[in-house]
């Protein structure tokens, strides 16, 4: 029987996924989504809840990632700068989103949002040099921001999360890293221990919003 053409695509993908992985000297289990049943919150009208220009791209990819605990929007332009919108739960706990080189935590630069019970948003870089809380460094990493505010909004019982980045070259296949606080951020900028996190695949080439979500273990 013939391979359907999303059935090839997926395929492709997903052979593209493995290849990757490999690359990275990972170990992994390999799933794909796509966006052709998108969730409420990748429906939802940005421009009712983020300024521009967070609220003014209409071509911005969506899709649920993380076991559908976020949604994840992007858009890539040809100047490479990538405008990204993560949307999650409001607990009153940091949400953290960062971008690696090899799919580890050491090394990488992520950025941290909250909220504060009295209603008081923040979002700083940090370095994440170690595992150590000592080792997290606030408002130091390798990210490089356009004149675009970073901004989080509390909206309903979600918490959007929107910046945008300037690289050196367009992405592609990215390691992702997301995490989720058991508190908020001391006054220091120290992080509180996370209390759940994952790396995610994401192919930022696609035109189709394609994802690779994975299982990681570090071989040896």
Same mark, same amino acid.
């Given at each position: 029987?013939?391979?359907?053409?999303?059935?090839?695509?997926?395929?492709?993908?997903?052979?593209?996924?493995?290849?990757?992985?490999?690359?990275?000297?990972?170990?992994?289990?390999?799933?794909?989504?796509?966006?052709?049943?998108?969730?409420?919150?990748?429906?939802?009208?940005?421009?009712?809840?983020?300024?521009?220009?967070?609220?003014?791209?209409?071509?911005?990819?969506?899709?649920?990632?993380?076991?559908?605990?976020?949604?994840?929007?992007?858009?890539?332009?040809?100047?490479?700068?990538?405008?990204?919108? =993560?949307?999650g739960k409001n607990n009153h706990q940091w949400i953290g989103i960062g971008f690696s080189r090899n799919g580890s935590m050491v090394g990488s630069s992520a950025m941290v949002a909250w909220v504060e019970p009295n209603g008081v948003s923040g979002i700083r870089q940090y370095h994440l040099e170690g595992k150590n809380m000592s080792k997290?460094?606030?408002?130091?990493?390798?990210?490089?921001?356009?004149?675009?505010?970073?901004?989080?909004?509390?909206?309903?019982?979600? =918490?959007?999360?929107?910046?945008?980045?300037?690289?050196?070259?367009?992405?592609?296949?990215?390691?992702?890293?997301?995490?989720?606080?058991?508190?908020?951020?001391?006054?220091?900028?120290?992080?509180?221990?996370?209390?759940?996190?994952?790396?995610?695949?994401?192919?930022?080439?696609?035109?189709?919003?394609?994802?690779?979500?994975?299982?990681?273990?570090?071989?040896?």
């Amino acid at each position: 029987m013939a391979l359907s053409y999303s059935s090839n695509k997926l395929l492709l993908f997903s052979l593209f996924c493995f290849i990757s992985i490999v690359g990275f000297n990972l170990k992994a289990v390999i799933a794909y989504s796509n966006t052709a049943n998108p969730s409420a919150t990748c429906n939802t009208n940005l421009r009712t809840i983020l300024p521009p220009p967070y609220s003014d791209l209409s071509s911005l990819s969506c899709s649920h990632i993380w076991q559908q605990k976020f949604s994840f929007s992007f858009y890539q332009d040809g100047q490479n700068v990538t405008t990204i919108v =993560l949307s999650g739960k409001n607990n009153h706990q940091w949400i953290g989103i960062g971008f690696s080189r090899n799919g580890s935590m050491v090394g990488s630069s992520a950025m941290v949002a909250w909220v504060e019970p009295n209603g008081v948003s923040g979002i700083r870089q940090y370095h994440l040099e170690g595992k150590n809380m000592s080792k997290v460094i606030p408002d130091k990493g390798d990210l490089k921001f356009t004149t675009a505010r970073p901004v989080v909004v509390a909206h309903g019982d979600l =918490l959007y999360i929107a910046f945008q980045l300037q690289f050196a070259a367009s992405l592609a296949f990215q390691p992702i890293l997301l995490a989720i606080g058991s508190a908020n951020p001391y006054k220091n900028g120290s992080l509180p221990k996370h209390i759940n996190s994952t790396t995610t695949f994401i192919e930022f080439s696609s035109g189709f919003s394609s994802f690779c979500r994975v299982i990681l273990e570090r071989l040896g």
